[in-house]
């Protein structure tokens, strides 16, 4: 008879776990005209500047900047930096290469945040605020969201934006599954 009580409990409790891992984070909360001097504005600033100001399409390794230590720092605590992360992808002030090294240093963020980063994006490109490139960085699947092509609402946002900016078949690769068993292991 215990049994049958048990699962009232549980089958509650299971559906609230997975009612708030299937929304995206509040991200309201992030000053959208707050300032961008914080820790990641200045190593995306500094990597920006020692490579002469290059363009990331001109260099060898966009991701090159998740190499230094500074950017390993980023990037292995992003959720902490995701308020100036969005700051810095809708200012004008800061280069395309500057929006996608910031994108690759938020890689590794919770999916609820990587949910909401997708989100904030999708508005930036449709205002004109980030370009083709950047966009095709946040939805193409890596780090965090490599593992979540399952999750009805990551394949929500991915399916909004990846016709705009990914090939047919790699869309079917990615909602099918097979991208996650033929991706190309560690790194991103």
């Not at 290059?54 to 190499?67: E, N, P, Q, V, Y």
């Not at 780090?143 to 705009?164: E, H, K, V």
Request: aromatic letters at 14%.
């Amino acid at each position: 008879m215990k049994r049958p009580y048990s699962l009232f409990l549980i089958i509650p409790f299971l559906l609230i776990v997975a009612w708030r891992i299937w929304l995206p984070a509040d991200l309201s909360a992030c000053p959208a005209d707050g300032e961008t001097g914080g820790p990641l504005t200045l190593v995306i600033r500094d990597y920006f500047e020692r490579n002469s100001r290059t363009d990331w399409r001109d260099m060898d390794d966009r991701f090159d900047i998740l190499s230094t230590p500074e950017g390993q720092s980023i990037a292995s605590q992003p959720n902490s930096h995701t308020c100036e992360a969005l700051r810095v992808l809708q200012s004008p002030a800061f280069s395309q290469s500057e929006k996608i090294f910031t994108i690759a240093l938020m890689f590794r963020l919770p999916i609820d945040q990587y949910m909401a980063l997708m989100d904030r994006s999708h508005q930036l490109y449709t205002q004109g605020k980030m370009d083709k490139e950047v966009l095709t960085l946040v939805v193409f699947p890596r780090g965090t969201a490599i593992n979540y092509w399952w999750l009805p609402a990551w394949r929500q946002r991915f399916s909004r934006d990846a016709p705009s900016v990914l090939d047919a078949n790699l869309i079917n690769d990615v909602l099918s599954g097979h991208y996650w068993f033929d991706y190309p292991g560690a790194g991103f």
